[in-house]
Structures are given as C-alpha cells and as structure tokens.
C-alpha cells in the first residue's frame, strides 16, 4: 500500500522517478511511454463508447443503456489511472534493474469489455426497443 501511495506521488513528480537506480536505454523508456500512450488510447476508446452507447441507443430500456454506458466508462477510467500507474512501476523497474511488473488489470479489463459485448450482443439478438 505504501508502495503505490509513492506512485501516485510520483504520477505529478515524474523527474522524482530519475533519482532511483540507473538511467536504462533511452529505448526502453520511449517503449515504456508509447505503451502508456496505447493504454491511453484503449481508455479514449471506452469513454467514447459509454458515450456511443447512451446517445445512440435511445431504444433501449434505460436501465440497460445506462448500465452498459457506466460500464464502458468506468473501464475507461480504470484504464487511465492504471496506464500513469504502470508507467511508472515499469520505469522505476528499469532504473533498479528489476524484473517488470505483472499485473491482473489486462485480465480485469478484457473481461469487463466481453461482458459488455455479451450484453450487446443480446440486446442485438432480442431487438429490444425499449
């Protein structure tokens, strides 16, 4: 727990991160930026369709529309927050020459993503319209 307290400080002090360990090959921090941009995108990508959803479904039961909106946005939240996170876990591993961080989060999010493409599909399938 302390440990990601030290990273969320360090997610609006990131020349903090330069204090730890070695300077690895500009390489591998440029890989480690573009791999943050990616998961960037992934999160743009859910927010726009949460958004997608709630606007262009208006047929379907509110409950629903609101529910699969929320869950897209919520992921895309997620993913923002764990993209800054990780990048930052990752550099600080390559300053002190330590493996790479795993995580369940990939895991977490595709999951979160099929049950919401399960949910469409279904909704597709029943025509449902309202």
């Known amino acids: ?12 002090a990131p020349q903090d ?11 591998f921090s440029l890989a480690n930026e573009r791999t943050f941009l ?3 995108r992934t999160a743009l990508a859910l927010v726009g369709g949460g958004f997608a959803v709630d606007q262009f479904l208006p047929d379907l039961r509110w409950g629903w529309r609101v529910g699969l909106a ?3 946005l919520s992921a895309g939240v997620l993913c923002a ?3 800054v996170n990780h990048w930052v876990r990752c550099e600080r591993a390559m300053r002190r020459g330590e493996d790479l961080p795993v995580s369940r989060f ?5 999951m979160v993503v099929a049950a919401v493409a399960l949910a ?5 399938l029943a025509g449902w319209d309202g």
Do not use: C, H, K, Q
């Open 81 to 83: 927050l764990r993209a």
């Open 1 to 12: 727990m302390i440990d990601f307290i030290r990273n969320v400080r360090l997610w609006f």
């Open 17 to 27: 991160v330069r204090e730890e360990g070695d300077t690895p090959d500009y390489r």
């Open 106 to 110: 990939p895991v977490l999010l595709s």
């Open 120 to 124: 469409m599909v279904v909704v597709v």
């Open 70 to 72: 929320l869950a897209l």
């Open 38 to 40: 990616a998961w960037l």
